[in-house]
């Protein structure tokens, strides 16, 4: 038998698999795709990557040429096979897997509701009313009911399964708008899960102008958690962030804000920014909002818009928001050597996604885990497609989830699904970019999000970078990440 | 591990089942110690019924078909293919092959 194997094994080349080769700290990791593992490569791991990145070699044309660099032959033979083993290269061709689907049967774990589709702001970029706009609110109640709201509560706790905890995240319009429906849904919601023996947690967004001591006692009494739109300082928020009559709302949510700050210590506030033609001062916004207002985190996004639309972020634009998100980014692995935590929350999301190693079937939870619930009733793929006829998946109060459109639109979007991403490293992380976006930029939700490949893989080899330093120079610092 | 450390949280699961994995192959050829159960040195388990695949799940891709040296295996306990167990589980797999040469059709795939 082995004299007729080893003649043709020896024919067969090693050629490396797919990863991402990063260095950081003075050291070569490889990034692997699609499983997300990360390993540092030692003198035998580089010198047989570097090889191999040359062109393919039988394993005889390995062992001398890497014996001419002074490796031990053992020593070569032992590495190939590790390297095989980790998936870093591969004896002859291999299949590249992609990930495995969750059951369509997925327990959900978090509703959005929409307890109303009104808003007192008219913010320029807001994807519920401007130009962009998918959903269609004529005909549909203004505020959510009681009726509907224990109806979405309900579903939720028998859609969820086996599942010991749910979450509940009240969203808008403007969500204190129906403050006393978000009040008597937690009620709700608490005695329910109990009855159900589940641990039920619950999130706010809002945009700060309604907010009371009041309001904010029974946030910090419930131990609801707080997300913040505002976009910097007084000049910048009110550029887009701006109440029907175009008055800015700064002055009026600043003093809230930090009222909110100061008496509610119960669970996390964030500030939430959305960037826009105008607004993309990076670390201009994140130093006011943490050092002027007092938010310990800061998230950005760029607003979803058409390419045509004014407030749309353009190329040039985009530049100067990843140079800043750059700049940033590195003042967060300052502080991570330090062992102190960094508010800058868009790296504390990645590299949490990178430390798991994330391989990720879908882009988000949309869907799948979480779903959306409009005024009316109607279930949605997530908040952003509420009162959409796109994305729409059952009524609450009519037979619950529609578990046929569900599993269609699971079927139709995994990463499988979306062959662009098929050649691309970033997608473990990436997994083809937001329903919602593609849908405004590509006319449908199951298109990639090509026109910002280029950004995601520059912050995705950002981040793996700043990782690779962390872990190797204050390692300790990346357990907050292991639950 | 020489030439690679793993670094974030999947790296260390997949590293600790290559170690978990290469361990299973040295306690098949060492001896057991004192108060050790020694198991034969083998390709396989001998109580492992089934069929050694590549990496894809098909057969295509080993080093020689499994066909070529099925009562090498079958009987012999020799390499490089796992096949059913002769003695417990799969005593009737090669009744219908007089010779394999001819009659290799006549052997099924067994199923655990």
């Known amino acids: ?12 080349p090693y050629r490396l698999r797919e990863f991402h080769s990063f260095e950081s700290a003075g050291e070569q990791f490889v990034y692997l795709v699609p499983s997300g593992s990360i390993f540092a490569l030692d003198a035998p791991g580089r010198a047989i990557v570097r090889e191999l990145s040359a062109n393919v070699c039988t394993k005889q044309e390995l062992i001398e040429n890497l014996a001419r660099q002074g490796f031990r032959v053992s020593l070569i033979e032992m590495s190939l096979a590790e390297l095989e083993e980790s998936e870093v290269i591969s004896f002859g061709d291999y299949v590249a897997q992609q990930p495995h689907l969750p059951d369509s049967s997925f327990p959900l774990q978090r509703i959005v509701l929409n307890v109303t589709n009104q808003c007192n702001l008219a913010c320029g970029y807001c994807y519920e009313y401007s130009d962009d706009k998918i959903s269609n609110t004529t005909g549909k109640p203004k505020y959510m009911n009681h009726q509907v709201a224990e109806s979405a509560i309900d579903m939720l706790i028998q859609e969820s399964a086996q599942r010991p905890s749910v979450h509940v995240t009240f969203f808008g319009g403007e969500t204190l708008l129906n403050f006393p429906l978000m009040r008597s849904s937690v009620d709700y919601a608490r005695q329910k ?26 946030l910090s009494e419930h131990q609801i958690g707080v997300t913040v739109s505002i976009d910097g300082d007084r000049e910048l928020n009110d550029k887009m962030r701006v109440f029907h009559d175009g008055r800015g709302s700064y002055d009026i949510i600043v003093p809230k804000v930090r009222m909110l700050l100061k008496r509610h210590r119960t669970n996390s506030i964030g500030a939430r920014v959305t960037l826009s033609s105008g607004v993309s001062h990076v670390r201009r916004i994140y130093e006011h909002l943490t050092q002027e207002v007092g938010f310990d985190s800061v998230g950005f996004s760029p607003a979803t818009a058409s390419p045509d639309r004014l407030y749309s972020i353009g190329p040039q634009t985009m530049g100067n928001v990843l140079e800043g998100f750059e700049e940033l980014a590195w003042q967060y692995r300052d502080f991570a050597l330090e062992g102190r935590q960094h508010g800058f929350t868009n790296v504390t999301d990645t590299l949490k996604e990178l430390h798991t190693g994330v391989s990720k079937a879908y882009p988000c939870g949309a869907g799948l885990g979480l779903l959306g619930v409009g005024t009316n009733g109607d279930v949605s793929l997530c908040h952003r497609f509420v009162d959409s006829p796109v994305g729409k998946m059952g009524n609450v ?86 639950s | 591990m020489n030439s690679l450390r793993a670094i974030n949280v999947k790296a260390k699961k997949a590293e600790k089942n290559m170690l978990s994995a290469a361990q299973d192959v040295q306690a098949l050829q060492k001896k057991g110690g004192e108060g050790k159960i020694y198991y034969p040195m083998g390709c396989t388990l001998n109580f492992t019924p089934g069929w050694e695949v590549d990496s894809s799940g098909g057969t295509a891709g080993l080093c020689q078909p499994v066909e070529r040296d099925l009562f090498d295996c079958y009987l012999g306990c020799g390499w490089p293919a796992q096949v059913p167990d002769h003695l417990n589980n799969a005593v009737e797999w090669t009744d219908k092959c007089a010779s394999a040469a001819k009659d290799w059709r006549n052997v099924d795939i067994v199923f655990p």
């Open chain 1, 1 to 12: 038998m082995s004299a007729v194997a080893e003649p043709i094994a020896s024919l067969v």
């Open chain 1, 193 to 218: 899960c109990a009855a159900a023996g589940k641990k039920v947690e619950f999130s706010l967004t809002t945009n700060a102008t309604l907010l009371t001591e009041e309001i904010v006692d029974f």
């Open chain 1, 397 to 482: 109060q009519n037979g619950g989830v529609d578990h046929a459109a569900r599993t269609d639109f699971l079927n139709t979007h995994h990463i499988g699904a979306r062959y662009d991403c098929h050649t691309c490293w970033a997608r473990p992380t990436c997994a083809g970019g937001c329903y919602h976006e593609a849908f405004i930029h590509h006319g449908q939700t199951s298109a990639a999000n090509l026109h910002y490949c280029d950004w995601i893989r520059g912050w995705s080899d950002l981040c793996l970078r700043i990782y690779g330093e962390i872990a190797v120079r204050n390692p300790s610092f990346l357990t907050r990440f292991d």
